[in-house]
């Protein structure tokens, strides 16, 4: 089955400065690749998402960049704010055409700290 | 946010209890997802339903059980026989069968079994 490694596990980066989270994937039949960001205590939100028919994609200070060839996908953030501070969890998922599996596999999840 | 629910957000049993976790949606999704998280880890998939009467097992499967009787509900039972019930349980849906699309996420709710 699918297997998502994440890096860093933690990241403390100053305010201003660019943060970056690595993901790699086993499954080649992945297709769909989102980001989500959770606070402390609250449920996890969608940040961004990326196909696998793209290499990159944007929205304001976030951008993901996915490698298929290599199998890994990163986050970056720039301009880091405070209110940036939380955990981030990559994902991937295939259509479960060949496995039979649908649904995401997530990462282990990095500990962003944005310092002021 | 609105449109998945989950209750309640804190849940206290006594070991060897069988628990009943709610989730309910509004969304007119198809696709109904359980989740387990634990501190200091990602989310790891207990079961997951496609379409109404139908299910399958995921990662963790193992002393819990499910139905979906419903399009609107997907209700998580812990039983007596999982290990170390104890963490935050949170459910999703997503607009259609399969993986490859955005899941919404319900509040949680945080089990403690003692």
């Known amino acids: 089955g699918e297997n998502v490694e994440q890096h860093p596990s933690t990241l403390s980066v100053q305010e201003g400065d660019s943060a970056v989270i690595k993901c790699t994937y086993s499954d080649s039949a992945s297709n769909y690749f989102p980001w989500y960001k959770q606070e402390l205590g609250k449920r996890p939100q969608l940040i961004i998402d990326?196909?696998?028919?793209?290499g990159e994609k944007k929205d304001q200070r976030i951008a993901v960049t996915l490698n298929k060839t290599a199998k890994h996908f990163s986050l970056h953030i720039t301009e880091t704010q405070p209110e940036d501070s939380a955990v981030y969890f990559c994902a991937a998922s295939g259509s479960g055409v060949d496995t039979g599996r649908r649904a995401l596999t997530f990462g282990s999840g990095t500990r962003l700290q944005v310092q002021p | 946010d609105g449109g998945i629910t989950q209750s309640p957000k804190y849940l206290f049993r006594k070991e060897g209890q069988n628990v009943t976790l709610s989730c309910e949606q509004n969304l007119n999704h198809d696709a109904m997802y359980w989740y387990r998280q634990d501190p200091g880890q990602g989310l790891r998939l207990i079961y997951y339903s496609q379409i109404v009467n139908d299910f399958q097992k995921g990662d963790i499967a193992e002393g819990y059980s499910v139905s979906r009787e419903k399009k609107e509900s997907f209700p998580l039972t812990v039983t007596s026989a999982q290990k170390n019930p104890t963490a935050f349980y949170l459910c999703a849906s997503s607009p259609s069968p399969g993986g490859s699309y955005e899941q919404y996420f319900g509040p949680g709710t945080r089990l403690t079994v003692t």
């Open positions: 990326i196909r696998s028919n793209v």
